[in-house]
């Protein structure tokens, strides 16, 4: 699993979607106190998926994208250069092949998150993406 997520993260390098967030792009979780916009990504799932001749691990990955932006344009745009970088694309993984990296799900939502400021209204894009890769 780390060299995938290894070359998930190394996807974003100089893209429109790492200019969005300022390269604030985490594995897992965000550091306390990051600064909006940012992104994190993590595994949901990793089901081993076998045939008679191939080991496939068949994967969720989510991006959740947040933004504290007055207005929806900043988060909007996340979402497409996000999905610019990453529907369908092609990667190399070390040790591993890439079968295919798909959209599968996104959920926009409204949420308020406590801050070290005090508690701020976010916007929130969180976006599945299957991922089958053979090892």
Same mark, same amino acid.
């Given at each position: 699993?780390?060299? #995938?997520?290894?070359?998930? /993260? =190394?996807?974003?390098?100089? %893209? +429109?979607?790492?200019?969005?967030?300022?390269?604030?792009?985490?594995?897992? @979780?965000?550091?306390?106190?990051?600064? /909006?916009?940012?992104?994190?990504?993590?595994?949901? =799932?990793?089901?081993?998926?076998?045939?008679?001749?191939? +080991?496939?691990?068949?994967?969720?990955? @989510?991006?959740? #994208?947040?933004?504290?932006?007055?207005?929806?344009? @900043? &988060?909007?745009?996340? #979402?497409?250069?996000?999905?610019? #970088?990453? +529907?369908?694309? =092609?990667? %190399? &993984?070390?040790?591993?092949?890439? &079968?295919?990296?798909?959209?599968?799900?996104?959920?926009? @939502?409204?949420?308020?998150?406590?801050?070290?400021?005090?508690?701020?209204?976010?916007?929130?894009? /969180?976006? +599945? /993406?299957?991922?089958?890769?053979?090892?």
């Amino acid at each position: 699993m780390l060299n #995938l997520t290894t070359a998930i /993260y =190394s996807q974003t390098s100089g %893209s +429109d979607f790492a200019s969005d967030i300022g390269s604030r792009f985490f594995k897992g @979780q965000a550091p306390e106190g990051t600064v /909006y916009p940012y992104a994190v990504y993590q595994v949901v =799932s990793d089901v081993q998926n076998n045939t008679f001749s191939n +080991d496939h691990e068949d994967v969720i990955i @989510q991006f959740s #994208l947040y933004s504290s932006a007055s207005g929806t344009t @900043q &988060i909007e745009n996340m #979402l497409t250069h996000l999905k610019a #970088l990453y +529907d369908e694309c =092609s990667m %190399s &993984i070390t040790d591993e092949t890439l &079968i295919w990296f798909k959209r599968d799900n996104a959920v926009f @939502q409204v949420e308020d998150h406590t801050t070290p400021s005090g508690t701020q209204r976010v916007w929130a894009w /969180y976006v +599945d /993406y299957r991922v089958i890769v053979e090892v």
